[in-house]
């Protein structure tokens, strides 16, 4: 199994979201919650309408861990949230396929895979690159790995920092930068 990576580039990330945005508004939604929520595909594809719609803060029980996790919406997604909602009832899916049912990892993974490469990128890309965009993105503003290590719920800041591609970034820099 290919270990995913971030999407380290700004611009990548707005054409992946520029040709999702062209595909329909649910795969678009899918791709910006995921890269601005840092949860797992197992619980963004766990989500009803209820769960967010007029929410200030998203509250699940995550399915890996068990553990209780409450988050704010923050404000790109507040307005997407209410726009994709509207019409729908609290106990449907969030994201549902085009025969009516909750959408599955397999469709997520085409979705956020297909998109990528669309957009020209080569990365190894799967469901989890969102998650860990969001990661990547969030460690290089705030520079915060115990916080993000709290965000994820990680053991370690080591697991957190080899989980965002942090450390081989390190080594790649340090090879790179280290000429006799």
């Given at each position: 199994?290919?270990?995913?990576?971030?999407?380290?580039?700004?611009?990548?990330?707005?054409?992946?979201?520029?040709?999702?945005?062209k595909q329909n508004k649910r795969d678009?939604?899918?791709?910006?919650?995921?890269?601005?929520?840092?949860?797992?595909?197992?619980?963004?594809?766990?989500?009803?309408?209820?769960?967010?719609?007029?929410?200030?803060?998203?509250?699940?029980?995550?399915?890996?861990?068990?553990?209780?996790?409450?988050?704010?919406?923050?404000?790109?997604?507040?307005?997407?949230?209410?726009?994709?909602?509207?019409?729908?009832?609290?106990?449907?899916?969030?994201?549902?396929?085009?025969?009516?049912?909750?959408?599955?990892?397999?469709?997520?993974?085409?979705?956020?895979?297909?998109?990528?490469?669309?957009?020209?990128?080569?990365?190894?890309?799967?469901?989890?690159?969102?998650?860990?965009?969001?990661?990547?993105?969030?460690?290089?503003?705030?520079?915060?790995?115990?916080?993000?290590?709290?965000?994820?719920?990680?053991?370690?800041?080591?697991?957190?920092?080899?989980?965002?591609?942090?450390?081989?970034?390190?080594?790649?820099?340090?090879?790179?930068?280290?000429?006799?």
């Amino acid at each position: 199994m290919t270990t995913v990576e971030p999407i380290r580039n700004k611009k990548d990330i707005e054409k992946v979201e520029k040709y999702l945005l062209k595909q329909n508004k649910r795969d678009y939604m899918l791709f910006v919650m995921g890269i601005n929520c840092g949860l797992r595909i197992s619980d963004i594809l766990a989500l009803d309408v209820g769960d967010v719609r007029n929410k200030t803060y998203i509250q699940i029980v995550e399915k890996k861990t068990g553990k209780f996790k409450k988050f704010p919406i923050n404000s790109k997604l507040k307005p997407l949230i209410a726009d994709f909602v509207k019409g729908r009832r609290d106990k449907e899916p969030l994201f549902l396929s085009h025969w009516g049912n909750r959408i599955n990892r397999i469709n997520a993974y085409y979705i956020i895979r297909d998109a990528c490469a669309s957009a020209g990128l080569d990365e190894n890309i799967g469901t989890h690159t969102m998650r860990k965009t969001f990661g990547y993105h969030h460690y290089k503003k705030y520079n915060n790995i115990a916080l993000l290590q709290r965000i994820f719920n990680h053991s370690s800041p080591q697991i957190t920092l080899r989980y965002i591609c942090i450390e081989q970034d390190e080594i790649d820099d340090s090879y790179n930068n280290f000429i006799l």
